[in-house]
């Protein structure tokens, strides 16, 4: 049998990943083949090179960015309209694309597939994904013209979301402008930064963060495509909250209303201890958001912005940050339970996280932006977090709060509401204005 190569046997050592040619030693004919190739699809100098590097310290003394606060919204109905309209503008003349994150194992949730095909309901074709890119169909339908939509999936996720993106005719998008991007994966790690395996002659691969689009929209040529195509705007929203809207005209208007290169929706904390990271601007003068397990132990209570992972990024902007010299996204580790290979031989699911993934985080961009716009949301409106399998932030929680939504619209329209609520079918009704 062929030894592994040298040059491969060389990256891995020098990675401090030895234990892997051991393995590949001790499998036979065909499994250590398959082994073989799967190690030389890993980029091993940026696993060990992101397992080293440490996330940037924060800066002190953050305070409340500047927003565009509810209040204010409400208060000057006459800026919300011509914000709206700026927005509307853009979305007709074809300058905006919008990006579903949909690479993450979702673990927490537990469901066995991609995060985006869970069913919702009530009724059972409403799963995440209809909901959602239904939705992103009925704001184009408007706009009179497709809005391009890009799916961020990995390898885990890939398979079973074009199948069902084909059994649901592509939820009404037209096929050509929907674009799949394939993100990297990085094997998972213990305490030693050694890699772990799933089983005998598998690694442990996991998704490299939802900051993995960057480099996966660079190295796929979307998001030259997205600029040849005109696209000057790409927001990116998370298939695990149901009420997702990326292409909220306001939020565009507001993003070019500031002359701003990046943006972010905003929700104020219900307490300090809410998990969702928050809004911060530095002493640089530069918006950042901060994971909530990277706070300081109060909880930061000045910073009342949490995040509801919807952004906008200028795309000309974005192509000029990728091309400068040495730009990378700071690696992030997340301590999660990955189900591995032990000494023994066995494969177990941990009770307790065990292992580090290596992550890069989407909103590490806002501080290299020189101009972030953020715009305050209404919570009961725009954020129903699919994170858990129970308790909060789980199905039973987010399919309340689209219920509810879905009667506000009924209760704004003057309609009586339907008991039950029906299902959020955003190409029959997409606010209280079709209903009418
Ligand atoms: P989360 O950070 O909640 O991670 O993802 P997750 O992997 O889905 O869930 P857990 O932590 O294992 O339970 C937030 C959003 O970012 C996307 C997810 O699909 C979700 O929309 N994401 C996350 C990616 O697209 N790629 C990744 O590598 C990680």
Same mark, same amino acid.
């Given at each position: ?57 924060? &800066? ?22 011509? =914000?709206?309209?700026? #927005? ?10 919008? =990006? ?31 909901? =959602? ?41 037209? +096929? ?44 796929? #040529? ?60 530095? =002493? ?21 912005? #949490? ?12 192509? +000029? ?28 699911? &941990? ?73 959020? +079918? ?11």
């Amino acid at each position: 049998m062929a030894p592994v190569a040298a040059d491969l046997a060389g990256r891995l050592t020098s990675a401090g990943q030895a234990h892997l040619l051991a393995h590949a030693e001790s499998l036979a004919g065909g499994a250590r083949e398959t082994f073989v190739a799967q190690l030389a699809s890993v980029d091993w100098a940026r696993a060990a090179a992101a397992f080293a590097s440490k996330a940037p310290p924060l &800066p002190p003394d953050l305070r409340p960015p500047e927003a565009l606060t509810w209040r204010r919204r409400c208060n000057e109905p006459g800026l919300a309209a011509r =914000l709206a309209r700026d #927005g509307d503008a853009l979305l007709a003349a074809g300058r905006v694309a919008t =990006l579903l994150l949909a690479g993450g194992q979702g673990t927490r949730l537990g469901y066995p597939g991609p995060k985006g095909t869970f069913v919702l309901g009530p009724d059972p074709d409403r799963s995440l994904y209809a909901i =959602l890119l239904e939705r992103v169909a009925a704001t184009a339908r408007r706009a009179g013209r497709p809005v391009p939509v890009v799916v961020l999936v990995s390898g885990d996720t890939e398979e079973a979301t074009r199948a069902h993106f084909e059994e649901r005719a592509f939820f009404g998008l037209p +096929r050509d402008a929907v674009w799949f991007v394939r993100q990297g994966e990085l094997p998972a790690l213990d305490d030693a930064g050694r890699a772990l395996l799933a089983a005998p002659g598998r690694l442990a691969l996991a998704p490299d963060g939802h900051g993995g689009l960057v480099e996966a929209l660079v190295r796929s #040529g979307v998001l030259d495509r997205l600029a040849e195509r005109g696209v000057d705007v790409l927001t990116t929203f998370q298939v695990d909250n149901a009420l997702g809207r990326p292409l909220d005209p306001v939020f565009l208007g507001w993003l070019v209303d500031r002359h701003a290169v990046a943006a972010g929706k905003a929700v104020r904390k219900k307490a300090p201890d809410e998990k969702v990271g928050v809004f911060g601007r530095g =002493l640089d003068g530069r918006v950042r958001i901060v994971e909530y397990s990277e706070l300081p132990a109060d909880g930061a209570p000045d910073l009342v912005l #949490g995040s509801i992972a919807v952004h906008a990024f200028s795309v000309p902007w974005l192509r +000029r940050l990728v091309a400068t010299e040495g730009f990378t996204l700071p690696w992030h580790r997340a301590r999660k339970k990955v189900a591995c290979l032990g000494a023994d031989g066995v494969v177990a699911t &941990p009770s307790a996280p065990n292992a580090w993934k290596l992550e890069q985080f989407l909103f590490d961009l806002l501080p290299m932006a020189p101009r972030t716009a953020v715009v305050e949301v209404d919570r009961a409106r725009e954020f129903a977090p699919v994170k858990n399998a129970e308790g909060e932030d789980s199905p039973a929680t987010a399919r309340a709060l689209v219920a509810a939504e879905v009667a506000r619209w009924h209760r704004e329209a003057g309609r009586p509401v339907p008991d039950p609520v029906p299902s959020l +079918r955003p190409l029959v009704a997409d606010g209280p204005d079709d209903l009418r």
